[in-house]
């Protein structure tokens, strides 16, 4: 028996680094590995309170389909300092995911020709999270920034071809660095980083796919209202 490809019943986001200060707002669309659409909103209502919400989306994976949707929302604190000009914030969130995946494996056979059989992974979860991040200026129109982010994810629906099974694998630490460059109300963020479980299930199926290592990297557009303002004032 021969495993032609891998799969992964939680399915990380890159996390969300919203850089605003009170009244501003942002709003951004995605891809992570040219495979998942990614979206999110940020505002900052009041000075040091930041609000964010993520979305994510892909499907289409596998002879079969599969998919993976999940939607969080989060608030934290934020601190933006004109004089060091860095930004730092703290966040925390909750929210919910489904994926349907499906496990590929090529069995050979003595003179039999090979077959290829497809169990699918069905998954439904609560996604918990604790993140922080710090960026600074490199100049007057690029950001650098890192972030740590710590998610716990409690199944609540998790089976292997129809069967329930009990997973260990709850907790991942996801760094990533990032850029973002613009200064007007249209900007670029590029992210590349890693999600990595805190433990690793035995090596046969089912319990490896839930304690995968995933890479995150991707490219947004982020839309600023508010800098459209500033655009007219100086126009």
Not at 74 to 88: D, K, P, Q, R, V
Not at 168 to 182: H, K, M, Q, S, W
């Amino acid at each position: 028996m021969l495993g032609l490809a891998g799969c992964t019943v939680y399915v990380p986001t890159i996390p969300s680094t919203p850089l605003l200060s009170k009244g501003q707002l942002q709003v951004s669309a995605g891809l992570r590995n040219l495979n998942s659409v990614e979206g999110g909103a940020a505002w900052a209502p009041t000075r040091h309170l930041l609000l964010s919400a993520e979305s994510a989306l892909s499907s289409g994976n596998g002879s079969k389909g599969s998919f993976h949707r999940q939607l969080s929302l989060g608030a934290g604190y934020y601190h933006a300092s004109a004089a060091s000009h860095t930004y730092l914030a703290v966040l925390g969130g909750a929210g919910l995911a489904g994926a349907t995946v499906y496990d590929k494996t090529l069995y050979l056979s003595l003179g039999l020709s090979p077959s290829l059989n497809e169990v699918p992974y069905q998954a439904n979860y609560w996604r918990y999270y604790a993140q922080a991040y710090l960026a600074s200026d490199l100049s007057a129109k690029a950001i650098v920034g890192f972030s740590l982010r710590t998610v716990y994810v409690d199944y609540t629906r998790l089976t292997y071809g129809g069967k329930p099974f009990a997973s260990d694998n709850n907790v991942f630490v996801e760094p990533t660095f990032f850029v973002r460059a613009g200064n007007g109300p249209l900007q670029v963020q590029g992210a590349a980083g890693l999600s990595l479980p805190t433990h690793t299930g035995p090596d046969n199926q089912p319990g490896n796919s839930t304690s995968p290592i995933s890479s995150l990297v991707g490219v947004a557009l982020i839309f600023r209202p508010d800098l459209l303002k500033h655009r007219q004032k100086e126009n």
